[in-house]
């Protein structure tokens, strides 16, 4: 199983953004579905969580401005980042449970994609 993340790049504060990251591979089910960040020098954040219900859960940081949402059909968890300010500067990471053909589950996560917001 591999995850691919896409939408990074450089963007100004008080503008938006949106990240995706797409499963592929051998799979039969996914779960839990999460973006995280980590910023230089400092801690990897968990930003936003999705269940395959659609239930969601973000970082009091993002509440308000980032919307997490997901395409089952497609295997795909998006983040929609909106009014951006320089401290969301971080590499952003997907992150996905997903269960195998032979229904074992696993963590799986994608490589991080850079987003850069200027002031």
């Known amino acids: 199983v591999q995850l691919q993340a896409s939408g990074g790049g450089l963007v100004q504060a008080g503008g938006s953004q949106r990240l995706s990251c797409v499963a592929s591979g051998n799979i039969f089910s996914i779960g839990l579905m999460a973006w995280y960040r980590q910023a230089p020098g400092k801690q990897r954040e968990l930003v936003a969580t999705?269940?395959?219900?659609?239930?969601?859960n973000y970082a009091d940081s993002v509440k308000g401005r980032f919307t997490i949402s997901r395409d089952n059909v497609k295997n795909t968890v998006y983040l929609q980042m909106n009014s951006l300010k320089p401290e969301d500067t971080a590499v952003y990471s997907c992150?996905?449970?997903?269960?195998?053909?032979?229904?074992?589950?696993?963590?799986?996560w994608g490589q991080g994609t850079q987003v850069t917001v200027s002031s």
């Open positions: 992150y996905a449970h997903v269960t195998d053909p032979t229904l074992i589950p696993l963590s799986y």
């Open positions: 999705i269940t395959n219900g659609g239930s969601t």
